[in-house]
């Protein structure tokens, strides 16, 4: 049996502490601010910040992309969605199992939704160990995702 003597284990726990904090310590405000910046198009980036934290609003291609941050604890959450179809529409059950099947095979992390009568495409978390590589990703997928499905969604089930 190996003794490990409490110095050693104190270097490890100094260590360790110090790989969370760095881990912590990420930047998600100048993240997003990054993510967005290769993405929004014609300078179209705007952000507002309160108390409630930060939202961020973009164009890509023919949609309007939300990035919402509710603050910077690990218990605050990052939410990207985006608008593609407005509600009521025409053969509205239809169009509900249309984006249940969806849900299950096209859409990754994101998902559809309905918010303020809208069906948007949304992903959420919190902001507890979130990666940069998942900001950038959530905000791509759902940018994406929205953008090659709203045209076809509006023209097949808009209200006439």
Do not use: C
Not at 19 to 46: P, Y
Not at 55 to 67: D, I, R
């Amino acid at each position: 049996m190996e003794t490990v003597s409490a110095e050693s284990k104190s270097t490890a726990d100094i260590v360790t502490n110090e790989l969370i904090e760095d881990a912590t310590g990420v930047n998600h405000v100048d993240i997003i601010q990054t993510v967005i910046s290769s993405l929004e198009q014609d300078g179209s980036a705007m952000v507002s910040r309160s108390d409630a934290g930060h939202l961020w609003k973009f164009n890509y291609g023919s949609v309007e992309v939300f990035v919402q941050l509710t603050g910077l604890t690990d218990e605050d959450t990052f939410t990207v969605w985006a608008s593609v179809l407005k509600l009521p529409v025409d053969n509205e059950a239809q169009l509900m199992q249309k984006l249940l099947e969806m849900n299950w095979a096209e859409t990754f992390e994101s998902r559809f939704a309905i918010f303020n009568d809208h069906v948007v495409v949304v992903a959420s978390r919190t902001l507890a160990e979130l990666s940069p590589g998942e900001i950038s990703r959530a905000i791509t997928v759902v940018a994406t995702i929205a953008d090659n499905n709203d045209d076809a969604l509006q023209s097949e089930y808009s209200a006439t």
